[in-house]
Structure formats: structure tokens, C-alpha cells
């Protein structure tokens, strides 16, 4: 079983949409973090949230942790070609760290 | 900056070969990771070290073990290799958990094939 649980695991949206990932846990995290991941390469950082009910805001993107750290959800609006990739969401309690399966993404034009 | 610097990208090792992936990084991080990534599967840790000489399993170490004799490098050694190890092997590094923006700079990855 996986202790962070992201949902839906394959989305394919056109250009201009809006959409949400979800990222849930039974488990508390001191800390969770968003990555996206483009074949061949390896993930890259793109927010890490720590505060129970924190939002950060990046360009179109919207990341939300959910009160009791828990959970969390990643926003995107109008989304783009570009967008296209798998969205991991990753977890921290002290020295544990867990990953979540992914969301792959496709935007299409 | 370099980053985090895995080498090599590909290999095709037969069953009961033995090898060792390096990893390297230049931005000081105390803390260093190896994950492999399957199909689908998303990133399970293998193991992890906060420092030099501190090395710790992960959830999957069975098959592989590490070393960490400077805060540079911290390679991944697979002695008598499986099928089953076939994988994509990702390096990654940290400040320790809790610091400001804390997150993994990862490498490129190692794509690994054993027949």
C-alpha cells in the first residue's frame, strides 16, 4: 500500500482547462512537497508546503496543505502544453520519506 | 552549479553481475538519497544518508548497499544482480528536513537493465 495516495493517476485535458491534483494520507507530514518529472529526467521542485492550511501560488499553479497535514492539492489554471508532465507529491516525518505514485498529465493544444 | 551528478545514464548488467552507481553533489547538502522509480510505481527510497558516515535503509534496501566517506559523494553499489532490479535508479539531495524551502535536487537518473 502506498502512504500517499495521489489521485486521479492520468488526466488528459485540452489547453485552457482547469484542473485539480490530490495528494492524501492517513499519516501526518512535517512537511510535503510538489515535483514534476519530464521523461528521461528526474523530478524537479516545485513547491514545498510545511504551515496546516498554507497556500502558495506559482504563476498558474495553486498548492494547498490541508489543515491537519494530511493532505494536499495542486491547482492548475488555464493549463498549457507545457503543463504536460507526471506531478508527484512527496512527504517528510523527521528522517521518513515517501512519494506518491504520480499524476501524469497531458495538455493538449 | 553542477547539481547532482549521476553517472552513468544507461547500463545493461547480466544476472549475478555486480556494480556501483556514483552520485555526486557540489551544493553542500548534508542530507543524500537513492530511490529507484518503476513503472507507474513512483519513487520508493532505498536508502539514505544525513551525513558523512551516517548511512540508513530505506523501504526497499534488500540487495544493494551504500557508503558516505565524504559529504560529496554517496554511491550505490548492487551486488549479484536480479531481474527484479531492473529500475531507474535516482540520486537526490537535500538541506535537512525542516529548513526553509526544503526539498530534493535530483540527478538525471540511472536507467538500469539486468538480463
Known amino acids: 500500500t502506498q502512504l500517499l495516495e495521489q489521485s486521479p493517476q492520468f488526466l488528459s485535458i485540452q489547453e485552457g482547462e482547469n484542473l485539480t491534483v490530490y495528494c492524501n494520507s492517513s499519516?501526518?507530514?512535517?512537511?510535503l512537497q510538489w515535483y514534476r518529472q519530464e521523461p528521461g529526467e528526474g523530478p524537479v521542485l516545485l513547491v514545498t508546503?510545511?504551515?496546516?492550511?498554507e497556500v502558495k501560488k506559482l504563476k498558474r499553479l495553486t498548492f494547498q496543505f490541508g489543515d491537519a497535514r494530511k493532505d494536499s492539492s495542486l491547482h492548475i489554471t488555464a493549463a498549457q502544453p507545457g503543463d504536460t508532465g507526471l506531478y508527484l507529491c512527496?512527504?517528510?516525518?523527521?528522517?521518513?520519506?515517501?512519494f506518491g505514485s504520480g499524476t501524469k498529465l497531458n495538455v493538449k493544444p | 552549479n553542477a547539481g547532482v551528478t549521476q553517472t552513468p545514464k544507461f547500463r545493461i548488467l547480466k544476472i549475478g553481475q555486480s556494480m556501483t552507481l556514483q552520485c555526486t553533489q557540489d551544493?553542500?547538502?548534508?542530507?543524500m538519497y537513492w530511490y529507484r522509480q518503476d513503472p507507474g510505481m513512483g519513487l520508493k527510497l532505498i536508502y539514505y544518508?544525513?551525513?558523512?558516515?551516517?548511512?540508513d535503509k530505506g523501504e526497499v534496501p534488500n540487495g544493494y548497499n551504500v557508503s558516505r566517506s565524504t559529504t560529496e559523494d554517496f554511491p550505490l553499489r548492487l551486488e549479484l544482480a536480479a531481474p527484479s532490479q531492473t529500475s531507474v535508479y535516482f540520486c537526490?539531495?537535500?538541506?535537512?528536513?525542516?529548513?526553509?524551502?526544503?526539498?530534493?535536487?535530483f540527478g538525471s537518473g540511472t536507467r538500469l537493465t539486468v538480463v
Open positions: 512527496a512527504g517528510n516525518n523527521f528522517n521518513k520519506f515517501y
Open positions: 499519516s501526518v507530514f512535517s512537511s
Open positions: 508546503v510545511v504551515t496546516g492550511g
Open positions: 544518508s544525513v551525513g558523512a558516515g551516517i548511512t
Open positions: 551544493m553542500n547538502h548534508n542530507y
Open positions: 537526490a539531495s537535500s538541506y535537512p528536513p525542516g529548513t526553509r524551502n526544503y526539498g530534493y535536487t
